[in-house]
């Protein structure tokens, strides 16, 4: 049996794999990360936050800008990291860019009392994407609402609304427990109580509202929530494995803001190497075609110990 996690004992988490895999990621230099690179894998560094965000962002476009009334295109986008959503809209507004027949996915958004949260509710995703994005955008530019597909507890709509759509893009962070979306770890429970799913059924599930690791809640108070962990729902509704991989691409964006500098070794490593486990959600990417890792190179760090 395997062992159990230091973090949260009642779930599966990356704390629970074999010492020498943990090991060997916290001793990965910028170099041999890097060289982790292998077809259907890149990793890729920014050397500033402008590019960093700004290459992010361009993202974007490049996606919508395929995008016909016969061909249409999308992107599948997070809120974390946000800080992207800005330079989106300056982008279509300097460019004149329409965007008729493009689309867009939001990832996840917060559940409450078995629904999903109203825009009203301070932690909403879809008001974050209004306001840091979409509200921006010159009303002659902006996408039809039909076009853009926010994910609700009753998941039938969105997760009908991949079909005869092509998604060039599914674009995320990665959590302090790994995960993309909230694509989290499963509860230590049930048939998963002494090993953890196994990654082929992981794999196979849809859209659906998730209990979270009480690490991401965690994280969420830390990055959005001032650290007000009671206000922070402990349900999500998230995109699942099965739309993941209807993405022609996955891009992993980690800018030092959502996870540490062992966090981000971990999974790169995993992804090349080919090492999944679902105790290590992100770590089933690397059974995906075409995934890509960007880091801001100066927030990589280091994993030694420094006391401060």
């Not at 955008?137 to 609700?152: D, Q, T, V």
């Not at 990654?199 to 979270?212: F, G, H, K, P």
């Amino acid at each position: 049996m395997r062992k159990y996690s230091i973090l949260a004992p009642d779930w599966w988490d990356y704390t629970t794999l074999d010492d020498a895999i943990l090991q060997r990621a916290a001793r990965l230099t910028e170099r041999e990360l890097l060289g982790l690179s292998r077809e259907g894998f890149r990793v890729t560094f920014h050397e500033t936050l402008a590019e960093f965000y700004l290459a992010e962002a361009l993202e974007y476009l490049s996606c919508w800008r395929q995008a016909t009334a016969d061909n249409p295109v999308g992107i599948c986008g997070p809120i974390g990291p946000t800080e992207q959503l800005p330079l989106v809209a300056r982008l279509v507004n300097e460019l004149g860019l329409s965007l008729r027949d493009a689309h867009f996915w939001a990832m996840d958004e917060w559940c409450l009392d078995g629904k999903e949260v109203d825009v009203s509710h301070p932690l909403s995703f879809r008001k974050a994407n209004h306001e840091l994005c979409f509200d921006r955008i010159a009303p002659a530019l902006r996408m039809p609402p039909e076009n853009m597909h926010f994910p609700g507890a009753d998941v039938e709509a969105y997760v009908r609304s991949w079909d005869g759509v092509r998604c060039a893009v599914m674009q995320g962070g990665q959590g302090d427990i790994k995960h993309w979306a909230f694509n989290d770890p499963a509860k230590r429970q049930g048939p998963w109580a002494d090993e953890p799913p196994p990654a082929e059924t992981y794999r196979q599930l849809s859209t659906r509202v998730v209990d979270l690791h009480p690490v991401t809640i965690m994280q969420n108070a830390r990055t959005s929530g001032g650290g007000v962990v009671t206000g922070v729902p402990t349900q999500a509704i998230t995109v699942g494995p099965v739309q993941t991989w209807q993405a022609d691409k996955v891009s992993i964006w980690q800018a030092g803001r959502h996870d540490n500098p062992f966090g981000m070794r971990l999974t790169a490593l995993m992804i090349a190497e080919r090492i999944t486990d679902s105790s290590v959600p992100m770590s089933l990417l690397a059974d995906h075609p075409n995934v890509e890792f960007h880091y801001y190179r100066p927030a990589l760090g280091t994993c030694a110990v420094d006391m401060h």
